[in-house]
């Protein structure tokens, strides 16, 4: 989908008017839509390449001098339905398993903010402004296009060589569609990412020799310029849960081994109260100002 060999690409066309059938809707979607207005600021974190990119680090970013502020996402993963409070004011008030481990990495990481989920942004706002929220982050809400919002999108790196939109590429919507929002943040130029490796709290100065790369997350190869050349990497799919069986096969295979894992994992991974994790702590350094809407 984003970076296709010559046969892929052949693939790709094949899919084209599947593609051309989805730009329509989502183009009719988007010029019938009539946004609320719900009274408060509401900034959405959102990306036009399909899987991660950097969206909760920036919304931990954007939201963590925040007063009364509320983050609202769908809480992909999760083993719940419906709308759920998942932190009020960084009390937090349900497990990972009902939050998703998105939801519960915002939880963690933003104490003085509250974590909503729901499949309906909607009444998630409602409920939202019920609490007194001030302002409101939609994490991934970009094409939330019944809502009035202030956009922000993530632009990669490194982007995608198939510039189709879904189900012939990776992209959302088209291309275009970075001129037409009031922020866009690109990878590396507009902000960078600052990378510690931590034990127990404590940071690392150099990495043991002994390190798997363990993770659930979308694009798991783009951890990889972060660490040693040639490190083993046992991924799974985003948002996979573990599970006690897998947690006993992977220690039984690698004795004496030290797991490196994200923040992402690490909230899934704490029940096991494993003892050979290294968290590879991701923070977001802002190089672009951006003035959101009061």
């Excluded at 349900?94 to 963690?108: F, H, N, P, R, T």
């Amino acid at each position: 989908m984003f970076f296709p060999n010559l046969f892929q690409r052949l693939i790709s066309i094949a899919f084209f008017p599947l593609t051309i059938i989805y730009c329509i809707i989502v183009a009719y979607k988007r010029l019938n839509a009539n946004p609320i207005d719900f009274g408060l600021p509401i900034i959405s974190i959102g990306n036009l390449v399909v899987g991660g990119s950097g969206k909760t680090p920036i919304t931990i970013e954007l939201a963590k001098d925040k007063q009364n502020a509320f983050i609202i996402l769908r809480g992909f993963g999760r083993a719940s339905k419906g709308l759920y409070v998942v932190s009020n004011q960084g009390k937090i008030l349900v497990d990972v398993e009902i939050s998703g481990d998105e939801a519960m990495l915002l939880a963690q990481n933003l104490p003085n903010a509250s974590v909503i989920v729901s499949e309906n942004r909607i009444e998630a706002i409602l409920k939202a402004k019920e609490m007194g929220a001030k302002i409101v982050f939609l994490d991934d809400g970009y094409s939330h296009h019944n809502i009035k919002k202030f956009d922000i999108l993530i632009r990669p790196k490194d982007e995608p060589t198939n510039l189709f939109c879904l189900p012939s590429g990776g992209y959302r919507e088209t291309k275009m569609m970075y001129s037409f929002v009031p922020v866009v943040l690109r990878d590396g130029e507009d902000f960078k990412r600052i990378i510690k490796f931590k034990k127990d709290g404590l940071e690392l100065k150099e990495l043991p020799s002994n390190v798997i790369l363990l993770t659930a997350i979308s694009k798991p190869q783009r951890l990889l310029e972060f660490l040693p050349k040639n490190i083993t990497m046992k991924s799974f799919a985003d948002h996979h849960s573990f599970t006690r069986e897998e947690i006993n096969e992977l220690l039984l295979k690698n004795n004496d081994t030290y797991f490196i894992v994200t923040q992402k994992d690490m909230v899934k991974l704490a029940v096991f109260n494993l003892t050979n994790l290294i968290l590879m702590d991701l923070t977001i350094a802002m190089i672009k100002k951006i003035d959101l809407p009061q």
